[in-house]
């Protein structure tokens, strides 16, 4: 019986540069050695807008492949192996919700303030459209510092969605501080005008349960499991984690921080499990463990017979594709960044 591997393998040689496979790290690893380009989502957007290829086919979460399809030229087509990979973090935010924010903390603030909005790439294309035509823009884990001092040199109030963390981590490191959080499902976001005013950076309160599963005792307990490790960890988890860490970072952050870890010496990674576990494939003359087993069930999604099945038949039910009225803005939010 022909394998998916091998149908995956007889298709893309049928294909040739017609179609173009873009792999994010956290996908399974069958799936990531299908892919003729592998990177984290920024990597993936800028790989995405400079593309030749007619058809491309995105190996990640529904928003990374609707941020293709805005990037892409209109005669391009964007496909999942399986498009109801979606992100729940990203779900935590909608467009609706986001301007009722945005308009009452313009109202909270005074007019002598002047809020900049900033979304994380894992966001729906609505919101970032939102962000878009509010003279914000998008970031992703890798430049988020930068686009928080871009957004601060337009503004005295920076507003962050959908990740909690990743704003008060960054905000943190900045010192752009004091950081105010604005729960969406209270009236006001449970702020009053006093902390609105005296709040440096506004944070969404939305989070990854892939990574706030990290806990300080899981750190402790690497430490004493391998003396002398070192510890990374990702942006997404919770700032009482990020404080016990020795290194924070994006994905591509953590992937470089295991290629400089010495033969011989241990890295506990704290992010999606199966970027770890490839990695620890990569380099067997280290110790590369992950920090606890977390693993995002939506990137896990995509399967090598899915990929085969959408080679074979570009399934226009797999085809991502965005309103009209959202792209602008949501390229707008998203040129800005690869702008920085
Ligand atoms: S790892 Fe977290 S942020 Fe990334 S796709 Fe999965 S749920 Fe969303």
């Known amino acids: ?16 540069q017609d179609v173009v496979i873009l792999a994010h790290h956290y ?9 003729d380009f592998v990177g984290d989502s ?10 030749n290829a ?37 779900d935590m935010a909608d467009a609706r919700d986001s301007v ?26 609505d919101v970032k459209a939102v962000v878009g035509h509010a003279g914000g823009l998008v970031c992703t884990s890798a430049n988020a510092p930068k686009a ?21 981590n960054t905000a943190n490191g900045l010192g752009y501080l004091p950081v105010a959080r604005w729960n969406p499902h209270e009236a006001d976001g449970g702020l009053t005008t006093d902390k609105v005013r005296a709040a440096r950076v506004i944070v969404w309160q ?23 490790c070192s510890v990374v960890v990702h942006p997404e988890c919770k700032p009482d984690v990020v404080a016990v860490a020795d290194g924070l970072g994006s994905t591509s952050y953590l992937v470089d921080a295991v290629e400089k870890t010495a033969p011989g010496q241990t890295v506990v990674v ?12 990569q380099y067997p003359d280290r110790k590369v463990v992950p920090l606890e087993y977390s693993l995002c069930p939506n990137m896990y999604r995509t399967t090598p017979e899915k990929l085969a099945d959408l080679l074979e038949n570009f399934d226009p039910a797999r085809e991502i594709t965005v309103p009209e009225d959202v792209v602008a803005g949501a390229r707008l939010a998203l040129q800005r960044m690869l702008d920085l």
């Open 1 to 16: 019986m022909t394998t998916a591997l091998e149908r995956i393998r007889t298709a893309k040689r049928e294909l040739g």
């Open 27 to 35: 996908q399974r690893k069958e799936v990531v050695e299908q892919g």
């Open 42 to 51: 920024y990597q993936l957007a800028k790989y995405a807008a400079a593309s």
């Open 54 to 90: 007619r058809r491309i086919v995105f190996c990640g979460v529904h928003f990374m492949a609707e941020a293709a399809r805005i990037l892409a030229r209109p005669e391009q087509r964007v496909f999942m192996p399986d498009p109801r990979a979606g992100c729940p973090m990203a």
């Open 100 to 125: 009722v924010a945005l308009t009452r903390l313009r109202e909270m603030a005074g007019e002598k303030r002047r809020i900049i909005p900033v979304t994380y790439v894992n966001s729906n294309a």
């Open 148 to 168: 928080l001092q871009w957004a601060a040199s337009k503004g005295d109030l920076l507003f962050f969605l959908p990740d909690e963390f990743l704003g008060t």
């Open 206 to 228: 939305g989070y990854c349960h892939v990574h706030t599963y990290f806990t300080p005792a899981m750190v402790a307990a690497a430490r004493l499991k391998y003396p002398g």
């Open 270 to 281: 704290g992010t999606e499990v199966n970027l770890v576990l490839r990695l620890a494939n």
